[in-house]
Nanobody, 116 residues
């Protein structure tokens, strides 16, 4: 059974930092491209960042470029999202996704709230 479990969310002040983690099990993690997405109630889910299976290529949505960093540790079956200089508009539920060809698996998400 494939499981993706996110952690690291919470309440942070504007300008602060958080590091999200997503631990995968039940799959060959090193085969899968990984991504982070976020969703605010009433809005469509947004792709935030992606990383390829070996961890050599990353992409970001324009609104987080220079502030967020995606990385992975294939030995630990974990993908990370380092979020710096957080803004109130970053408030959302953040989820990770594993993708390999037609297969895709989602975690349940972790809430990030940026507020003073």
């Amino acid at each position: 059974q494939v499981q993706l479990v996110e952690s690291g969310g919470g309440l942070v002040q504007p300008g602060g930092s958080l590091r999200l983690s997503c631990v995968a099990s039940g799959l060959t993690f090193s085969w899968y491209a990984m991504s982070w997405h976020r969703q605010v109630p009433g809005k469509e889910r947004e792709l935030v960042a992606t990383i390829n299976s070996p961890g050599t290529i990353t992409t970001y949505v324009d609104s987080v470029k220079g502030r967020f960093t995606i990385s992975r540790d294939n030995a630990k079956n974990t993908v990370y999202l380092q979020m710096d200089s957080l803004k109130p508009e970053d408030t959302a539920e953040y989820s990770c996704k594993a993708a390999w060809g037609p297969k895709g698996y989602w975690g349940r998400g972790t809430q990030v709230t940026v507020s003073s």
